[in-house]
């Protein structure tokens, strides 16, 4: 078992850095942008909110990608691996350019969403911008999720590393107007993200296409770079539920920022600071469910279930323990925290509160993610879906409404109904996953 738990850490370790990565460029983007003012930091949240729903359902369609590499990889069929890289980069990228045109499109209902008009009329030119990034995040995500699904999960971290300076020099130049550039304020930290984030993609893109480690797959290209029909099935059967487990959980939390934001600009900015930190280590979760995912999708490719089974375990362990230590540090730094974004009082008082339920949900937030993952690597998807559907959309959501405005506890109410929803998702999401490797072991 620790044999295992060390392997998945391994694995873990080069992806979890580079999530870190880059919601530390969100971290970094809110802190210089609250710098300026709340307000400010409010517009950001409210574009963040509007479109983390269509953006994360383009992230759920990059996972495809590395299940199908790392399920062919698990077969040693290189040739195979390069038909997934082509048909999954094509794939993902008109999905990025659907996403894109969808968000510059509506970026002008931000002004009915009942928001403080000021950050309405802010966020506006700032959506423009994080929508045409999404173009490059998603085809470097998608190359990204290739590197990894064959085990060479060092070669995006190595880049998600080095946009993080980049992103912050180009934020003290355009958001602040250093060294003669125009003072841009939120929309300069649009910019720089729209940079970086191109820049990113066309370095990993350079390596993928020219590094001898990735030399095999790219040499039978003229043999395997070709549309087929069904290898977009299979990419679908995976992507598709992927991107709507991920879409409602990012949505229930999205929407649960929009319908706080109608309770004025300092919940908004307040609850923006608290789910920023959440946010920030989750993603270490993240980084072990896709970890945990390709090496049960690799084993599946063996067919070799007492693996999985084993695989599954030790990494849930680990989540575990994971979220009791982030609990402990949320509790114990809650009043310290918020001071890093914003220096109102009544914001830093709001978002200390909040950081207490996050504390709450981060055992759950760390579980429920690794039992999608490791349900995503089995290739069972569909019925997860519809057990996040009901956990967030059936029971979270609705219940945090009733408490935030039929009970008056406001934010803290809507907080409470994420805590509950993500504790469903975990209970069912694991439930599940040992029913189905108990079941293929018997």
Known sequence: ?????????????????GELAQMALHLIDSAMVGAISYKQLAAAALVINAMNIPFVIGIGMTISVSQMVSLANGRRDAQQVSHYLFN????????????????????????????????????????????????????????????????????????S????????????????????????ELEGAGWATLITRTMMFLALLFVILKHKTFEKYIAVSRNQWYFKAQTWRELLHIGVP?????????????????????????????????????????????????????????????????KIFVIGKSTLITALIYGTLCA??????????????????????????????????QISDSTQAIGAGLLRGIKDVK???????????????PVGYTLAFHFGMGASGMWLGLILGLTMASIFLMTRFFKMTRRNRI
């Open 1 to 17: 078992m620790k044999n295992e738990a060390s392997q998945t850490l391994r694995l873990a370790f080069p992806i979890i850095i």
């Open 88 to 159: 999954g980069f094509c794939l993902c990228t008109l999905t990025a350019l659907v996403i894109s045109c969808t968000l510059l499109f509506g970026k002008d209902y931000l002004r009915n969403l009942g928001q403080d008009p000021e950050v309405a009329e802010l966020a506006i030119p700032f959506m423009r911008l994080m929508g045409l990034s999404i173009i490059p995040m998603l085809l470097f995500m998608t190359l990204k999720q290739f590197a990894d699904g064959l085990e060479h999960t060092r070669t995006a971290m190595i880049f």
């Open 161 to 184: 590393l080095a946009g993080m300076p980049v992103n912050i020099l180009l934020n003290w130049l355009l958001i602040y107007g250093n060294w003669g550039f125009p003072r841009l």
């Open 242 to 306: 992927s991107s709507l487990q991920i879409g409602m959980e990012a949505g229930a939390f999205a929407v649960s920022g929009i319908i706080i934001g109608t309770l004025g600009a300092v919940a908004q900015a307040s609850h923006q600071i608290a789910l920023s930190c959440a946010s920030f280590t989750f993603m270490v979760s993240m980084g072990l469910a896709q970890a945990g995912s390709i090496r049960v999708s690799n084993a599946l490719g063996r067919s070799d279930w007492k």
């Open 328 to 361: 402990i540090i949320f509790g114990a730094f809650r009043n310290l925290l918020p001071k890093a974004f914003n220096d109102n009082t009544e914001v830093v008082a709001l978002a200390a509160l909040l950081l207490l339920f996050a504390a709450v949900f």
């Open 383 to 397: 019925t997860p879906t519809i057990l996040i559907g009901i956990a967030y959309w059936v029971i979270g959501i």
